[in-house]
Nanobody, 124 residues
Framework: QVQLVESGGGLVQAGGSLRLSCAKS????????MAWFRQAPGKEREIVAS????????YYADSVKGRFTVSRDNAEKTMYLQMHSLKPDDTAVYFC?????????????????WGQGTQVTVSS
């Protein structure tokens, strides 16, 4: 059974930084494409970033390009999201997700496993 646990969310002022972590238990971590999604109140869940099994390829939503960096440590079975220059629009619950598909997949329905989410709040 695959379990994902996020940590690192919190309250930060605009312009600040946060680092999210996603720890995975269960089957081999490097068997999965990993991704971060977020969902703000009243909005649909959207992809933030994804990373390939090896970590060599990444995808970013246009809204976070240049500010966020996704990475993974397969030995530690952990994925990270380093967030800089945070904006109030980044306020959302952030979820990590795992897929047996490719790293270019951006639709939530293509990800089979999900964490419980961690709240990120950016104050203006």
């Amino acid at each position: 059974q695959v379990q994902l646990v996020e940590s690192g969310g919190g309250l930060v002022q605009a312009g600040g930084s946060l680092r999210l972590s996603c720890a995975k238990s269960g089957r081999a971590f490097n068997s999965y494409t990993m991704a971060w999604f977020r969902q703000a109140p009243g909005k649909e869940r959207e992809i933030v970033a994804s990373v390939s099994r090896s970590g060599s390829s990444t995808y970013y939503a246009d809204s976070v390009k240049g500010r966020f960096t996704v990475s993974r440590d397969n030995a530690e079975k952990t994925m990270y999201l380093q967030m800089h220059s945070l904006k109030p629009d980044d306020t959302a619950v952030y979820f990590c997700a795992a897929s047996t598909g490719g790293w270019t997949e951006t639709a939530p329905r293509l990800y089979s496993y999900w964490g419980q989410g961690t709240q990120v709040t950016v104050s203006s």
